[in-house]
Nanobody, 115 residues
């Protein structure tokens, strides 16, 4: 089992920045791709960014150039640096990890961007 705990969410004004963290614990050996997803009220969960063990990243078009995912494998932690935040970025942000074909999810952290 893998436990994922997100932190770093909060309330920020449009144009501001936040940095999210996701720490993995438990059976962390074999964790591969990790990612960030978000879900706004009344909307489907959507992919924000993924990052491989080697650090290769992939981003949703809506966040390219504003968000940066990074990873510290020694700490089993992934980060999401979010800059130039917009009100439409408001959502619960969830961390995801893939380990031996099983997906694990964190509980999420709320990000609210005021206009």
């Amino acid at each position: 089992q893998v436990q994922l705990v997100e932190s770093g969410g909060g309330l920020v004004q449009a144009g501001g920045s936040l940095r999210l963290s996701c720490a993995a614990s438990g059976s962390t050996f074999g964790i591969g791709v990790m990612g960030w997803y978000r879900q706004a009220p009344g909307k489907q969960r959507e992919l924000v960014a993924t990052i491989t063990v080697g650090g290769s990243t992939n981003y949703a078009d809506s966040v390219k150039g504003r968000f940066t995912a990074s990873r510290d494998n020694a700490k089993n932690t992934v980060y999401l640096q979010m800059n130039s935040l917009k009100p439409e970025d408001t959502a619960v942000y969830l961390c995801n990890a893939l380990r031996f074909r099983i997906q694990y999810w964190g509980q999420g952290t709320q990000v609210t961007v005021s206009s």
